[in-house]
């Protein structure tokens, strides 16, 4: 790009940094229905290739906002994911490549290749991988390189100016590597299973109101059918309903991570503003 453009020094510094180039503009191109039927004819992909698509990520963009602690805070609206991309794929492509979610695998390109942790996606396309741009910077700063540690893969590594939206992989160069990766995911945060609005319980009995008057605060069956309490097997007590962070990662109470946002979820339309 630094070739093509002509810029050198701090021309090529401002260049970057203004991700435009002053005082130029593209040229008119004549696109017609007969143009776009035959691009769409020269795109085919084979039996033992994958596709792999390049997206802008929802919450980061292409980077240019993942040094925003909140955007990287944002669930993705398909996968609910949030501080990571992944290698979003089938289940049935999934099934035939033998991987499971948090696989890390590789994907080899002319040379290049990266590494990313699997996603099975319902409604992903078969013979299809994913990949979201933006995370991954080397030096995307505090929030981005969190901890020291790069905030997802970067996919910009197989990605060309020569096609810049999806590109077809021999599926010979794509297979597992070492380790596996823990998403945080919201798909079921808050769900409802054993945790009634409304909790109810008999007065007397082995299991009623008199022996366990915060039968409330914990997981199990309501009356009539009550039953006995679900027990942690790491604690031996019954667990609670809300299991807070603080009391599992006492190290989150700090003065370096405080979260101080507030949302009325009465009002909230799930916008992702």
């Known amino acids: ?3 093509t453009v002509g810029r050198s020094g701090d021309s090529w510094k401002h260049f ?5 180039d002053a005082g130029t503009k593209a040229n008119p191109v004549e696109v017609g229905a007969v143009n776009l039927l035959s691009a769409e004819q020269t795109w085919t992909v084979k ?8 997206a802008r990520d929802y919450s980061v963009d292409d980077g240019s906002f993942s040094n925003n602690g909140w955007c990287q805070e944002l669930p993705d609206p398909i996968t609910k994911i949030t501080w990571d991309n992944a290698v979003l794929v089938s289940r049935v492509t999934a099934k035939k490549l033998g991987w499971s979610n948090g696989d890390v695998v590789k994907i080899g390109l002319d040379g290049r290749s ?7 996606q319902p409604g992903q396309a078969d013979e299809t991988l994913a990949l979201a741009l933006g995370y991954g910077r080397g030096k995307g700063g505090r929030i981005a390189n969190f901890d020291g540690k790069q905030v997802g893969f970067n996919a910009y590594k197989i990605r060309t100016s020569e096609a810049p939206g999806f590109v077809s992989v021999d599926s ?5 590597a070492k380790g596996s990766h823990n998403f945080a995911c919201t798909q079921d945060h808050w769900s409802m299973e054993g945790r009634a609005i409304v909790r109810e ?7 009623g109101y008199k022996e366990h008057k915060d039968f409330a ?6 009356a009539p059918d009550h039953a006995k309490h679900t027990i942690d097997p790491k604690t031996g007590k019954p667990y609670q309903i809300y299991q807070h962070p603080y009391k599992a990662k006492p190290e989150l109470k700090n003065q ?3 979260w101080g946002m507030s949302i009325d979820l009465n009002s909230c339309v799930g916008c992702n503003a």
């Not at 990266?114 to 099975?120: A, L």
């Open 172 to 176: 010979g160069k794509v297979g597992k």
């Open 256 to 258: 370096k991570v405080q």
């Open 16 to 20: 970057l940094h203004d991700g435009f």
């Open 47 to 54: 039996e033992d290739e994958l596709e792999v698509i390049f």
């Open 1 to 3: 790009i630094q070739a």
């Open 217 to 222: 605060h914990h997981v199990g069956l309501d």
């Open 114 to 120: 990266v590494e990313g942790p699997v996603w099975i």
């Open 201 to 207: 319980a008999n007065l007397e009995g082995e299991h």
